[in-house]
């Protein structure tokens, strides 16, 4: 499985970055597909997760701002963020898990720059 993130870059303040990751290989129907951030010297955190069944999970600190959508036929997932705050700014990686017979895969991008600032 690979995952091919795009959209990251800078932006002002009060902004909109539209990212987008793309999945090919084995993924099989039933996964979860999202993403997560990382500032220099802290832990990867949540920043929201889709379902295929279109259930979805979204941290507090974004909640409102940003919002996760995928489209199944396509194996995309895509996460538009609105209302850009300096905070925002992380390296934002793609995941992807998936299980079959009892047994768990994880699956993560290579990370996209998002920079917010004046």
């Known amino acids: 499985v690979q995952l091919q993130a795009s959209g990251g870059g800078l932006v002002q303040p009060g902004g909109s970055l539209r990212l987008s990751c793309a999945a090919s290989g084995n993924i099989f129907s039933i996964n979860i597909m999202g993403w997560y951030r990382q500032e220099p010297g802290k832990q990867r955190e949540l920043v929201a997760t889709?379902?295929?069944?279109?259930?979805?999970n979204t941290a507090d600190s974004v909640k409102g701002r940003f919002g996760i959508s995928r489209d199944i036929a396509q194996n995309t997932v895509y996460l538009q963020m609105n209302s850009l705050k300096p905070e925002d700014t992380a390296v934002y990686y793609c995941y992807l898990r998936q299980q079959r017979l009892g047994v768990g895969y994880a699956y993560w991008g290579q990370g996209t720059q998002v920079t917010v600032s004046s």
């Open positions: 889709i379902s295929s069944g279109g259930s979805t």
